[in-house]
């Protein structure tokens, strides 16, 4: 454990009762000094109680008085044994109420385009049960033809670092089990050989089809078939001689 528990509000503590820098409190907290900056000035966590360091035994006051002393000192998180381990999520994520409307559309465009992912791993990153995702599967949802497709990292319901994490170890299960992943399959390319072999034989000439020179007519068989062309006047001169004689 690298922060302190309820870190905006321990911050929110240290300010009111410390003179400490912002700069030491944000370091402490694992915050932002601009973010420190505007829970003193109460444009961020307003309304957020003080969360005290010192009887949560993750401060003492003596390490307190070390960075007061030493505004260069970074304050130094008390090793509290009981929270070991509170930086892991346990059980299902929790979706806040204004958000759970959205819980079925960033469901279907999981489903939609990344099938990889098991209802387990769509069940951790959105926050929702097993059943819904299975009515959004197979499209037997009360509200599915209202529901359209929206990235649930648009929608703030998970990180997109997390959906990274899990895509990714789809695919690797997939690739141990011996079924390549959907990215494989789009992105299988055809080498430049195998490439030109089916050029080629898309281009060859078939065996049945007869050469050309079998269907040419030579001029000696046209010489032989053509039958003289007789025109009038040969008709009529033919006629006449034949009737002088």
């Given at each position: 454990?690298?922060?302190?528990?309820?870190?905006?509000?321990?911050?929110?503590?240290?300010?009111?009762?410390?003179?400490?820098?912002?700069?030491?409190?944000?370091?402490?907290?694992?915050?932002?000094?601009?973010?420190?900056?505007?829970?003193?000035?109460?444009?961020?966590?307003?309304?957020?109680?003080?969360?005290?360091?010192?009887?949560?035994?993750?401060?003492t006051?003596?390490?307190?008085?070390?960075?007061?002393?030493?505004?260069?000192?970074?304050?130094?998180?008390?090793?509290?044994?009981?929270?070991?381990?509170e930086?892991?999520r346990?059980?299902?994520?929790?979706?806040?109420?204004?958000?759970?409307?959205?819980?079925?559309?960033?469901?279907?465009?999981?489903?939609?385009?990344?099938?990889?992912?098991?209802?387990?791993?769509?069940?951790?990153?959105?926050?929702?049960?097993?059943?819904?995702?299975?009515?959004?599967?197979?499209?037997?949802?009360?509200?599915?033809?209202?529901?359209?497709?929206?990235?649930?990292?648009?929608?703030?319901?998970?990180?997109?670092?997390?959906?990274d994490?899990?895509?990714?170890?789809?695919?690797?299960?997939?690739?141990?089990?011996?079924?390549?992943?959907?990215?494989?399959?789009?992105?299988?390319?055809?080498?430049?050989?195998?490439?030109?072999?089916?050029?080629?034989?898309?281009?060859?000439?078939?065996?049945?089809?007869?050469?050309?020179?079998?269907?040419?007519?030579?001029?000696?068989?046209?010489?032989?078939?053509?039958?003289?062309?007789?025109?009038?006047?040969?008709?009529?001169?033919?006629?006449?001689s034949?009737?002088?004689?």
């Open positions: 454990m690298t922060k302190p528990i309820m870190a905006k509000a321990t911050a929110v503590w240290l300010i009111d009762n410390t003179v400490l820098t912002f700069s030491q409190i944000a370091n402490f907290c694992g915050l932002h000094e601009l973010e420190v900056q505007g829970v003193a000035d109460g444009d961020v966590a307003s309304g957020v109680k003080g969360f005290d360091p010192i009887t949560n035994n993750q401060l006051q003596s390490e307190i008085d070390k960075g007061i002393n030493d505004k260069s000192y970074k304050l130094q998180l008390k090793y509290y044994a009981a929270a070991e381990g930086e892991k346990r059980g299902p994520r929790y979706t806040p109420l204004s958000k759970r409307q959205d819980r079925p559309a960033s469901i279907l465009w999981l489903v939609k385009f990344h099938p990889e992912l098991t209802d387990g791993q769509i069940s951790k990153l959105v926050g929702t049960t097993k059943p819904t995702i299975s009515a959004i599967r197979e499209r037997s949802h009360w509200n599915i033809q209202n529901i359209q497709p929206i990235d649930p990292v648009a929608l703030g319901l998970c990180k997109q670092l997390e959906l994490a899990a895509v990714q170890k789809a695919n690797a299960k997939k690739t141990l089990e011996g079924e390549p992943s959907s990215d494989d399959k789009s992105r299988k390319l055809v080498s430049t050989s195998q490439s030109l072999e089916v050029g080629m034989s898309e281009t060859k000439k078939p065996e049945t089809v007869a050469t050309p020179d079998v269907f040419i007519v030579t001029e000696e068989s046209n010489q032989d078939t053509e039958e003289p062309i007789m025109d009038a006047e040969s008709l009529f001169k033919t006629s006449n034949d009737e002088t004689d």
